[in-house]
């Protein structure tokens, strides 16, 4: 008959190896999972820091949109002022030419009137 063998407590190196391993790999889980939940907070800080720079951002975008609004408009608005100068300038030019061609005919009627003598009724 054959013994039965009694039981010997024995290391397995592999046994050890795994749950080393396992452990090791549970402890750096935690400690990833406590940085990333640590940093929770500035990241939320920087996001909100961020949105309130984009609003501004914005904001100014509006008003430098609004400024180059006025501008092109005042731009138009020479522009037109300078058309009707010029076409003021042009009916300057032709009612003073106007002007001297009534004074040499009123020039050329006195002194047809002084050559002829004094008019007689």
Known sequence: MVAT???????NLNTLVILFGFAGGLIAWGATWERVNA??????????????????????LRQIDNHELRI????????????????VESTLNNLSSDMRLVREILQRIEDGGRQSGPLQR
């Open 72 to 87: 092109s408009a005042v731009e138009k608005q020479a522009a037109e002022a300078a058309t009707s100068m010029r076409a």
């Open 39 to 60: 940093n929770q907070d500035s990241q939320a800080n920087s996001i909100d820091r961020l949105d309130k720079r984009l609003t501004a951002v914005e904001v100014s």
């Open 5 to 11: 063998p009694k039981w010997r407590f024995e290391y």
